[in-house]
């Protein structure tokens, strides 16, 4: 079953330190994975997907099709980094996407 | 912000009524869909449309009802049959087909409350 796991709802990370949000797909094809933010009274957006890989406001993620896994990373963390983010994935040629129940990073002063 | 609207943003209603939820693009995407978010929950799929006049249910379907008349347009029933209607709903568009144009746009969404 196609299924995506963040296994922390909550990160609180002081500002200037490295960040990492856990994420871990279960899927049996090639899948396409994402990281969508969403800013205090923003609307829900793509930050990044990794068939790009490129790098979002220095935010970076790797696939890892071994540990199946596709953490969310940034060297130095920044206040406004602070928002929910969800992780999500897709097969070739599926018409819907799947999200993890998100992450809320915190970051302290 | 622009391109696809969600009215109202603050809903109220009693309950045992049926209330539709609005969702309008301009974008010209083939797909919409509907996703309800809850704390802790996540985003769920409750209904999904590829194309005019077509609609496959989502994971949460049960108590909500979609039509899909025109291609810039895509509501929401949550009928009285829904057990648990308060929540955040998110409207979102994709062009849909191939892997690399999988991406999703969200509208603003609109917070049902039921009384």
């Known amino acids: 079953a196609q299924r995506v796991t963040q296994p922390e709802k909550l990160l609180s990370v002081f500002k200037g330190a490295p960040v990492e949000l856990k994420c871990n797909y279960s899927?049996?094809?090639?899948?396409?994975l994402f990281w969508y933010v969403q800013y205090s009274r923003q609307r829900l957006q793509l930050l990044l997907r990794?068939?790009s890989r490129e790098s979002i406001k220095g935010f970076t993620a790797d696939l890892n099709k071994g540990e199946t896994s596709f953490h969310l990373k940034k060297p130095f963390a920044q206040e406004e980094d602070s928002a929910m983010y969800y992780c999500?994935?897709?097969?070739?040629?599926?018409?819907?996407?799947?999200f993890g129940k998100g992450t809320r990073l915190h970051i302290l002063p | 912000d622009g391109g696809i609207t969600q009215s109202p943003k603050y809903l109220f209603r009693k309950e045992g009524q049926n209330v539709t939820l609005s969702c309008e693009q301009n974008l010209n995407h083939d797909a919409m869909y509907w996703y309800r978010q809850d704390p802790g929950q996540g985003l769920r799929l409750i209904y999904y449309?590829?194309?005019?006049?077509?609609?496959q249910k989502g994971d949460i379907a049960e108590g909500y009802s979609v039509s899909r008349e025109k291609k810039e347009s895509f509501p929401l029933t949550v009928t009285s049959a829904q057990k648990n209607p308060t929540a955040f709903y998110l409207c979102a568009t994709g062009t849909g087909g191939a892997v690399t144009q999988n991406e999703q746009f969200f509208g603003p969404g609109t917070r049902l409350t039921v009384l």
């Open positions: 990794h068939i």
């Open positions: 449309s590829q194309i005019v006049n077509d609609f």
């Open positions: 899927y049996s094809g090639s899948p396409e």
């Open positions: 999500a994935l897709s097969g070739q040629g599926d018409d819907k996407i799947i």
